[in-house]
């Protein structure tokens, strides 16, 4: 079975851009969830998706927003970027229910200048 | 609200040493789910294993164990005779029940190094 993909891997932009990131969770999976990762802030949870609803939302400004397709796949979204968005952002998906292992993609790092 | 706790931020040891990483959480509910993850300099984050609240049986996978006391709110993780490619972040993480879905509380993180 394929992992969990995430696309694009690397990501440059400018302060007060916008940008969509894309995760194509495990065949059969049906929770997505986002987590951000700073060296200042560690592992925070962003959002989770559940059969294309928001099924639990982390502390994170309304830039950050997501959602999910029927297929599934996800996107987050940061709109208006900071500096500080700057990081690792983590997908991860699951099987239908809840409180089951996730399974992490390999990350897209964002770089914001 | 939930919290994890690794208190260790980073261990060194030599090739074929035990070692072991502290993980300590908090929580009110009674149902919840204890992992660790470990992070290899990829940076995904690979499952290693999943406790809950319930199951206080110590478990053991090859040279990994852990040892789960909710008499102290400690999830702790050994590696026995390490290795180098054991070298990673390790992360212990709660997901508490209810209506938290999947949401994870991960602690800070251990990096270990493993030199030959």
């Known amino acids: 079975k394929a992992g969990v993909t995430q696309t694009p891997r690397y990501l440059i932009k400018t302060r007060g851009q916008q940008v969509t990131l894309s995760c194509s969770p495990i065949?059969?999976?049906?929770?997505v969830s986002w987590y951000q990762q700073t060296p200042g802030q560690g592992l925070q949870f962003l959002f989770e998706y559940f059969s294309e609803t928001q099924r639990n939302k982390g502390n994170f400004p309304g830039r950050f927003s997501g959602r999910q397709f029927s297929n599934s796949r996800s996107e987050m979204n940061v709109s208006t970027l900071e500096l500080g968005d700057s990081a690792l952002y983590l997908c991860a998906s699951s099987s239908s229910g809840i409180l089951y292992e996730q399974y992490f993609g390999p990350g897209t790092r964002l770089t914001v200048t | 609200a939930q919290k994890v706790t690794q208190a260790q931020t980073e261990i060194s040891v030599v090739e074929k040493e035990d070692v072991t990483l502290d993980c300590v959480y908090e929580t009110r509910d009674t149902t919840y789910y204890l992992f660790w993850y470990k992070q290899p300099p990829s940076g995904e984050l690979v499952f290693l294993i999943r406790?809950?609240?319930?199951?206080?049986q110590n478990e053991i996978s090859g040279r990994y164990s852990w040892n789960f006391q909710k008499s102290t709110s400690s999830f702790n993780f050994t590696i026995t005779a390490s290795q180098v490619v054991d070298s990673a972040v390790y992360f212990c993480?709660?997901?508490?029940?209810?209506?938290?879905?999947?949401?994870?509380?991960f602690g800070g993180g251990t990096r270990l190094m493993v030199k030959p």
């Open positions: 993480a709660l997901s508490e029940g209810g209506n938290a879905g999947n949401m994870l509380t």
């Open positions: 065949s059969g999976h049906r929770s």
């Open positions: 406790r809950n609240s319930f199951d206080e």
